[in-house]
T-cell receptor, first 114, second 111 residues
Framework: GAGVSQTPSNKVTEKGKYVELRCDPI?????LYWYRQSLGQGPEFLIY????????DSGLPNDRFFAVRPEGSVSTLKIQRTERGDSAVYLC????????????FGQGTRLTVV | GENVEQHPSTLSVQEGDSAVIKCTYS??????FPWYKQELGKGPQLIID?????GEKKDQRIAVTLNKTAKHFSLHITETQPEDSAVYFC??????????FGPGTSLSVIP
């Protein structure tokens, strides 16, 4: 597809379980971002990849959160021992490299921890 | 750390009137300022952006202004229409490519 694709669109999991959220960026986009958005709030930065490496992971809230991008394209956000406070919409965005380039967002994955 | 503030949090205008949303940023090295519109259940969509070497940019009914000295930037929507109703986010991109968002403005255009 032409846009950023995120799967699944919705995920319900039990407290304490492990989840993986996937992001397929736009082909050719070297920069990839993960954000978390709680109801009524702006997207909160989690991590930024440039190619395969995490250029900035300062937004990850704790060591239960981890993200990979092994081949510089698809990225997976992994959350261990999920907590109810992790419930949110997780957004992925991608862009071409450069400070003046537009970031395109996916539709997000709505994660609910029960 | 980097921070973006946005006001107002909610805005209600009559159809045909103008709407103005204002933002401030903390990182003086920021040089790219996008504005996003988010409709319910969808991801944010870029509507206009401005770069640090420009003071104003206009695209039909939408305009943005940037004051780098004061670290302020604003979104102006003229002749508002009901389909403009959505949540609007300002953002600032730092010199390290991190995009920081404001908390959002919920705009309602009353027919």
């Amino acid at each position: 597809g032409a846009g950023v694709s995120q799967t699944p669109s919705n995920k319900v999991t039990e407290k304490g379980k492990y989840v993986e959220l996937r992001c397929d960026p736009i082909s050719g986009h070297t920069a990839l971002y993960w954000y978390r958005q709680s109801l009524g709030q702006g997207p909160e930065f989690l991590i930024y990849f440039q190619g395969t490496g995490a250029a900035d992971d300062s937004g990850l809230p704790n060591d239960r959160f981890f993200a990979v991008r092994p081949e510089g394209s698809v990225s997976t956000l992994k959350i261990q021992r999920t907590e109810r406070g992790d419930s949110a919409v997780y957004l992925c965005a991608s862009s071409l490299f450069g400070v003046n380039t537009e970031a395109f967002f996916g539709q997000g994955t709505r994660l609910t921890v029960v | 750390g980097e921070n973006v503030e946005q006001h107002p949090s909610t805005l209600s205008v009559q159809e045909g009137d103008s709407a103005v949303i204002k933002c401030t940023y903390s990182d003086s090295a920021s040089n790219y300022f996008p504005w996003y519109k988010q409709e319910l259940g969808k991801g944010p969509q870029l509507i206009i952006d401005i770069r640090s070497n420009v003071g104003e940019k206009k695209d039909q009914r939408i305009a943005v202004t940037l004051n780098k000295t004061a670290k302020h930037f604003s979104l102006h929507i003229t002749e508002t229409q009901p389909e403009d109703s959505a949540v609007y986010f300002c953002a600032a991109k730092t010199s390290y490519d991190k995009v920081i968002f404001g908390p959002g403005t919920s705009l309602s255009v009353i027919p």
